[in-house]
């Protein structure tokens, strides 16, 4: 014991003198003179010099080992912050509290000043940055490529009520994590044209002369994993000219025309998804997502050449995922290059490609499925339109070889879309060039086969699989939830922390014992005042911590359905004034999210929120009994702050519309109740959790698609329910909107011509489902043994058992010495 009292001072003086060292040397300050953010700077210096150490170590063992590797594809990581996750994951945050404390910095204050790296717009984008940890923890070899954006999603701003798009500016301060390696560059291409060459053999070889070449200069970000036990790369690109000056153009007095090569490059990078109204948007989009793919084929393909392996065992050694079809143009770029750069036989380059890559699938909204217009394509990238016509014919061939000739297929499943103007199918491409297509969920992936893949699920059975999405316990846990986690660790002991998922189980037996539901309980309102003191403070709305605190926290999206959760709020509001006896459980119904910036009904939807929380938070004839508000700039941060201080989840999108979701794991694993639909991944926590321990209502998938194929005009049913027809008279004669009185007229008359999302069909079951929340709050036995039994039992949802799937059936990997 002793010893070990010596060790951990010598630690902490150790990391103090480090710390003291990187304000010194690297940041250029003293203690004297250090502001907080110097201090930052310091300590997450200190923190990389340890995460370098297992960072060369980890690298040596991979390649001594000759490990598979994995290459995650996408065009969005939702990272958030660092500092604690590395330090956490290091087992270092005890020990540079401590010297922090010793050197008078506030540790909690200089946690707060770090930007978050909010790379991407929402769960897809944080499924990417829970992988990498995962796949770190797990001993996966494997690295992430991406965009280096120099801005990443908007900050959003609430002016009047109204959502306002600022530009997000995390690299202001500079980014203590990341290397940049300029010797780690390759040459992207658009344009130009395509070089048919007289070959010598008898198949032609073609030549791709792009008129345009953009560098991609690398900047690496280590990952660790929990408890060092690997570190992994997350490499992201940025987009640099190859010439910064014209200088003839220069010296010929054309200032501005001398960087408009270097503006064109580099605004590929500059932002996190362009907006694509416009058509330059959407160019640049596909500028995007090409030069990302390319740099990150071309790195990967050098680094297993580099090993001295053969170009033929590509799919012995590397596995790469795409996250969605942002990145399918590696089916055609992979071809291109061992083609015409490798030159592999044109079937032997299809096997590898296919053997290589796999998809994943993350929605079915024929809207939100990816195409280009060929006319585009043909433009930037000439050769792989002519790939792309190539595999495609070559599919067809091969299916007319097996006697198979139904026109309506043939054209479902054709890379081109004839339809609306010619369109390369992005999905399609993906399909056919992956060896494994996976869903997120069991109710998304099954979906998946019935609805856009069912003609491709036909001919090819074995393809589509299912990865039901998880996060990782120790940013949505350890980190994000700290009181929890002493309380488990002290009941489950320290082994939580390293099988959580098999060891939460262990927990249900103490949702018997009153004396730790009454910790549980505890924990939360620690919580909860933690999120009312943030509250008071940015917004000056002080909230009631014993009132249940109701939370919807998401993209603000029409199928996720905010509206119904505002309807019920409406109703509330109006049941609790016109009847002040009944004696109502105290309720905060807290919102967040961001709206797409040209999406104009969820702006509204945004407004309406402000507009009621303005109307019910000033009413006294509540006394307090309802709040709402809505906390401008929801990211991953705030998500960690509000999360753990949820009493109930609101996960009520349309059956059948969201994938999976992965905010309705976090809460049920910090222990809210949710209510929700049978959609995505609530299903499978419904089964894990039990249906009792949760308040599910409202139309299945298979009603839902019923129903829509019939009219959707609610007029009748708006009709026969008092409730919902006052509450949708309210918002829109103009109760909310007395500035502004037709301000909800569009949205509320739209509603009930052509309810596409069910929020009417689905209100009377939400309204009833609510009224069971107030009943089991008012029985605090039953509710927090719920609540225990929601974090015992969402173990499953850990990413490092969905990243354990990955690997074993779509990578074919296994972790060192696992
Ligand atoms: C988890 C998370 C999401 C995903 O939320 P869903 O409710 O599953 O859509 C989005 N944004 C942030 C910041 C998150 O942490």
């Excluded at 605004?267 to 160019?283: N, W």
């Excluded at 499925?369 to 050769?383: G, I, T, Y």
Aim: glycine share 6%; with cysteine.
């Amino acid at each position: 014991m002793a010893e070990e009292t010596v060790k951990a001072t010598d630690t902490v003086d150790t990391f103090k003198q480090l710390i003291l060292a990187k304000l010194r040397y690297s940041v250029g300050k003293d203690p004297g003179n250090a502001f907080a953010h110097d201090w930052f700077e310091a300590v997450a210096l200190a923190a990389r010099d340890h995460l370098i150490d297992h960072w060369e170590d980890a690298s040596l063992q991979v390649d001594r080992q000759e490990q598979k590797r994995v290459y995650y594809l996408s065009l969005e990581f939702l990272i958030g912050r660092l500092l604690v996750d590395n330090l956490s994951n290091l087992g270092l945050l005890d020990t540079a509290r401590e010297a922090l404390a010793q050197l008078d910095v506030d540790f909690e204050q200089i946690r707060n000043l770090e930007p978050d790296a909010a790379l991407g717009n929402g769960g897809l984008g944080r499924l990417a940055a829970c992988f990498m940890e995962s796949m770190a923890t797990l001993n996966i070899a494997a690295h992430g490529y991406g965009i280096r954006y120099e801005h990443g999603l908007f900050r959003q701003v609430v002016v009047d009520g109204w959502q306002q798009e600022h530009t997000e500016t995390w690299l202001d301060f500079g980014n203590p994590w990341e290397f940049e390696r300029p010797e780690v560059s390759y040459s992207v291409g658009f344009g130009g044209s395509v070089v048919n060459l007289a070959d010598s053999g008898d198949i032609s070889r073609h030549e791709w002369h792009p008129n345009e070449q953009v560098r991609a200069i690398a900047y690496d970000t280590p990952v660790v994993g929990w408890r060092h036990s690997s570190v992994n790369t997350l490499r992201l690109w940025r987009a640099r000219a190859e010439e910064d000056l014209q200088l003839e153009r220069f010296n010929a007095g054309d200032h501005f025309g001398a960087v408009a090569d270097v503006v064109k490059a580099e605004s590929i990078s500059r932002v996190l998804y362009p907006a694509d109204s416009t058509e330059a948007g959407q160019e640049l989009r596909l500028r995007q997502e090409f030069f990302f793919v390319s740099a990150s084929l071309q790195d990967l393909i050098a680094r297993h050449l580099e090993l001295n392996l053969d170009i033929h065992s590509l799919p012995d050694r590397v596995a790469i995922q795409l996250n969605d079809t942002h990145p399918a143009i590696a089916v055609a770029e992979l071809m291109r290059l061992l083609v015409d750069v490798y030159r592999l036989e044109w079937f032997e380059a299809w096997k590898l490609t296919t053997a290589t890559l796999s998809y994943t699938n993350h929605t079915l909204l024929p809207e939100a499925l990816e195409s280009w217009p060929v006319s585009l394509m043909e433009r930037l990238l000439p050769r792989h339109m002519q790939i792309i016509y190539l595999i495609n014919a070559y599919h067809i061939d091969s299916l007319r070889a097996k006697d198979i000739h139904d026109f309506d297929l043939l054209r479902s499943i054709s890379l081109i879309d004839e339809d609306h103007g010619r369109r390369v199918r992005m999905g399609n491409l993906a399909f056919l060039g992956s060896h494994s297509i996976n869903g997120v969920s069991a109710l998304h992936t099954n979906l998946m086969r019935k609805s856009v893949f069912s003609d491709f699920h036909r001919l090819y059975p074995e393809r589509i699989n299912n990865k039901t999405n998880g996060v990782t316990f120790r940013r949505w846990l350890f980190q994000a939830n700290p009181q929890l986690t002493e309380l488990l660790v002290g009941a489950l002991g320290e082994g939580v922390l390293d099988t959580p998922e098999t060891t939460l189980r262990s927990l249900e037996p103490f949702a018997a014992k009153s004396s730790f539901r009454k910790q549980f309980a505890a924990q939360r309102q620690h919580a909860k005042k933690a999120l009312a003191e943030l509250v008071r403070e940015r917004m000056g709305i002080s909230l009631d911590t014993q009132a249940i605190f109701d939370v919807q926290v998401k993209r603000i999206h029409e199928y996720k359905r905010q509206l119904l959760n505002l309807l019920h709020t409406v109703a509330l509001y109006q049941a609790m004034r016109n009847d002040p006896a009944t004696d109502w459980a105290p309720r905060v119904k807290i919102f967040a999210g961001k709206a797409a910036a040209s999406y104009h009904q969820a702006k509204l939807i945004i407004k309406l929120a402000n507009d009621i929380s303005r109307t019910v938070n000033a009413d006294p004839t509540l006394r307090g009994l309802l709040k709402v508000v809505f906390i401008p700039n929801y990211n991953v941060s705030l998500a960690e702050v509000i999360i753990p201080a949820a009493d109930l989840s609101e996960q009520i999108s349309t059956a059948g519309l969201e994938a999976s979701g992965t905010s309705n794991m976090k809460f049920a694993l910090n222990g809210a109740l949710t209510i929700g639909t049978l959609d995505g991944a609530n299903v499978e926590m419904s089964e894990q959790i039990g249906r009792e321990n949760m308040f599910i209502f409202g139309m299945t998938a298979q009603q839902v698609a019923a129903r829509s194929r019939r009219d959707l005009n609610m007029s009748a049913e708006v009709a026969a329910s008092e409730r919902l027809a006052g509450a949708l008279e309210a918002i829109r004669s103009g109760v909310f909107s007395p500035d502004d009185p037709g301000r909800y007229t569009g949205l509320i008359d739209g509603l009930l011509a052509h309810d596409r999302f069910l929020v009417c069909a689905d209100f009377q079951a939400y309204w009833e489902a609510q009224r069971k929340v107030d009943i089991l709050w008012r029985t605090p036995d039953r509710w927090w043994q719920a609540a225990v039994l929601n974090t015992a039992r969402t173990g499953w949802f850990s990413s490092d058992r969905t990243i354990r799937e990955y690997a074993k059936e779509i990578w074919n990997v296994s972790g060192i010495d696992s």
